[in-house]
Nanobody, 124 residues
């Protein structure tokens, strides 16, 4: 199973960008898909994920939106009002399980599959 992320790039403060991630298998159709990010010198942090509802990290709440296509094998992250602190490599993550425990969505260790990452750079 592979997760292929795309859509990263370089933008200015206040711009919008959408990244997407497509799974090579339909096994995630009923599972959890989401995004984490990692800035240089920092730990990988939760951004957004969904299955039984959508969940967001505090730093992106109200600016980012996660969604999935009808086949539920592609997950999108619409990023609005981007800030320089959003600069990071964005990683797609997925698991066959649809998490029923809220805290699982926020934990890297709960996701079995990871994509290669796509760079997002926001300039001031």
């Amino acid at each position: 199973v592979q997760l292929q992320a795309s859509g990263g790039g370089s933008v200015q403060t206040g711009d919008s960008l959408r990244v997407s991630c497509t799974a090579s298998s339909h096994s995630f159709k009923r599972g959890t898909m989401g995004w984490f990010r990692q800035a240089p010198g920092k730990e990988r942090e939760f951004v957004a994920a969904g299955c039984r509802g959508d969940y967001y990290g505090d730093s992106v709440k109200g600016r980012f939106a996660i969604s999935r296509d009808n086949a539920r094998t592609t997950v999108y992250l619409q990023m609005n009002s981007l800030k320089p602190e959003d600069t990071a490599v964005y990683y797609c993550a997925a698991d066959d399980r649809c998490f029923s425990t809220r805290s699982y969505y926020f934990q890297r260790s709960q996701y079995y599959y990871w994509g290669q990452g796509t760079q997002v750079t926001v300039s001031s």
